[in-house]
């Protein structure tokens, strides 16, 4: 799995963010630091397992007293190589999630920044056409001459000639004197 996906800049000249610097760190320390402790662990477990092949030829004990000693000492050394063996394992697994974990933010931070420049593209969409409408609007504003004429003729709700007097057309819009 190592080696598989590295993360790279795509334009050196910018300043990276908190966020993509602590991302790289992250992918480096699975892609890099952890492989070379679990490698560390995984030598000290072979050591173990080569000195188990020279107590196995018997080189090690030389009479019986401690020919007693040499099965708790074998068990002992093999608790202790499968401890350090797992130890190694779970480094190297670690150290993939996080390699994988560093992958999967950048490609989903890149993902939310193109979603975010979509966003930004379509807001500024609209407040261009809005700009555009209010500016429309300013200079039909602008056209119009206050002391002209309307442009549509309005209608009164009641026509002025039979309207008769001034408490007539006051009566007839609901009020009353």
Known sequence: ???EHELSSSDEDKQPSEFAVDCFNLWKAG???LPIVADEYAAASKNLGDM????DAGAFWQNSAESQLEERF??????IQTIIARTSQNI????EVLE???IAFAEQDTENANEMGSVSDQLDAQIGEYDDAVMRSKEDQSEDDPAAPPKHPTQP????EDAGDVSDVIGQ???TS
């Not at 188990?52 to 107590?55: L, Q, S």
């Not at 074998?74 to 608790?79: E, F, G, H, N, Q």
């Not at 190297?92 to 150290?95: E, Q």
């Open 1 to 3: 799995m190592h080696g």
């Open 31 to 33: 892609h890099v630091y």
């Open 52 to 55: 188990d092949e020279y107590i």
């Open 74 to 79: 074998v068990l002992l050394s093999d608790i």
């Open 92 to 95: 190297y697994d670690v150290g």
């Open 100 to 102: 994988k974990a560093a």
């Open 157 to 160: 709700d009641f026509e002025i």
């Open 173 to 175: 819009r609901g009020h």
